[in-house]
């Protein structure tokens, strides 16, 4: 398999071998750093600049909403360059309440919403529109999860992530599971209600967390270098704006799959959570802290959609 380090270093050559990249990095220090946030900066304007144009300000938002939320993957990597392993009851309480918070989030900001519109859209037929939604999210993560090579989440309790092609295996399941997850918050922001949109996208990023720890500490462990480890851990959560940004166009430009949308994250999500993540938490008979865990991420997204409400 083509090593994640491979493919970063590769990349990082070819951009060195770039004369624009060579001329700025020739430029006084204060010159340089001027020049590279002046680009950021300009194309982070054309971005939210042509969305705004092309859709509204609601597609924005949610775009700028499934971004922060997959930045809490690099969030919850920072712990690795300071450790380089954590206490399993810590771990595990922090995935029991991630667990906790994603199931929250998926009935109050995804089906009881989808439901209500369904109901709009197709009188007496909402709660078997949504259900299909849900089937085909989950079948869709269940054909992912055959179809694509990856390790999974309860790999890291076995300890088998001793080799860096593992560890890149791992990553691909992280990246897979980001998808939906992107999706979800720009589908919710796509229904119009601000509400559940921000609901939804800060349960992403407290679910990201213990993710971009799982990812960056096996890869300290193996030698990584820590910012690298961090880094990848944080492309990981990245791929979350793309689902963010498909998911909030494709319901803003066609209001009636908006149902079938929000189901289908929310069968999705509840995939993830039920074969990867819960597994994980019980995987070496600490599941009594996680299941408290779960119930207090749960209480905790509860009581956040009352207050926003």
């Given at each position: 398999?083509?090593?994640?380090?491979?493919?970063?270093?590769?990349?990082?050559?070819?951009?060195?071998?770039?004369?624009?990249?060579?001329?700025?990095?020739?430029?006084?220090?204060?010159?340089?750093?001027?020049?590279?946030?002046?680009?950021?900066?300009?194309?982070?304007?054309?971005?939210?600049?042509?969305?705004?144009?092309?859709?509204?300000?609601?597609?924005?938002?949610?775009?700028?909403?499934?971004?922060?939320?997959?930045?809490?993957?690099?969030?919850?990597?920072?712990?690795?360059?300071?450790?380089?392993?954590?206490?399993?009851?810590?771990?595990?309480?922090?995935?029991?309440?991630?667990?906790?918070?994603?199931?929250?989030?998926?009935?109050?900001?995804?089906?009881?919403?989808?439901?209500?519109?369904?109901?709009?859209?197709?009188?007496?037929?909402?709660?078997?529109?949504?259900?299909?939604?849900?089937?085909?999210?989950?079948?869709?993560?269940?054909?992912?999860?055959?179809?694509?090579?990856?390790?999974?989440?309860?790999?890291?309790?076995?300890?088998?992530?001793?080799?860096?092609?593992?560890?890149?295996?791992?990553?691909?399941a992280i990246t897979i599971h980001n998808f939906p997850e992107g999706m979800s918050v720009g589908v919710s922001f796509g229904s119009g209600d601000l509400k559940s949109g921000l609901v939804l996208s800060i349960a992403i990023a407290l679910q990201n967390i213990p993710e971009g720890l799982a990812v960056a500490l096996p890869l300290v462990g193996l030698g990584y270098n820590k910012w690298k480890a961090v880094g990848v851990a944080t492309l990981t959560g990245l791929v979350e704006p793309v689902g963010g940004l498909l998911g909030i166009t494709m319901v803003t430009v066609f209001s009636s799959i908006l149902p079938i949308a929000m189901g289908f994250a929310a069968g999705a999500m509840l995939f993830v959570i039920s074969e990867e993540i819960i597994p994980e938490t019980h995987s070496k008979g600490r599941s009594r802290i996680a299941t408290f865990s779960l119930m207090l991420g749960f209480i905790i997204m509860m009581m956040l959609d009352k207050m926003l409400g």
């Open positions: 398999m083509y090593g994640i380090d491979s493919f970063f270093e590769n990349q990082y050559l070819r951009l060195q071998a770039h004369p624009q990249y060579l001329k700025v990095m020739t430029l006084p220090t204060l010159q340089k750093w001027s020049v590279l946030v002046g680009l950021f900066l300009l194309s982070q304007i054309v971005v939210f600049g042509s969305l705004y144009v092309i859709f509204d300000e609601i597609v924005v938002i949610g775009f700028l909403a499934s971004i922060l939320a997959g930045l809490a993957t690099g969030v919850g990597a920072l712990p690795a360059l300071f450790f380089k392993d954590i206490s399993p009851r810590l771990f595990n309480s922090m995935l029991g309440a991630a667990a906790g918070v994603m199931l929250a989030a998926t009935a109050f900001s995804l089906l009881v919403p989808g439901m209500d519109f369904g109901e709009q859209i197709w009188p007496g037929k909402g709660l078997l529109i949504v259900s299909a939604g849900m089937m085909l999210g989950a079948l869709f993560l269940h054909f992912a999860d055959k179809k694509l090579p990856h390790l999974h989440f309860d790999s890291v309790a076995d300890e088998s992530l001793d080799s860096l092609q593992k560890i890149s295996l791992f990553i691909i």
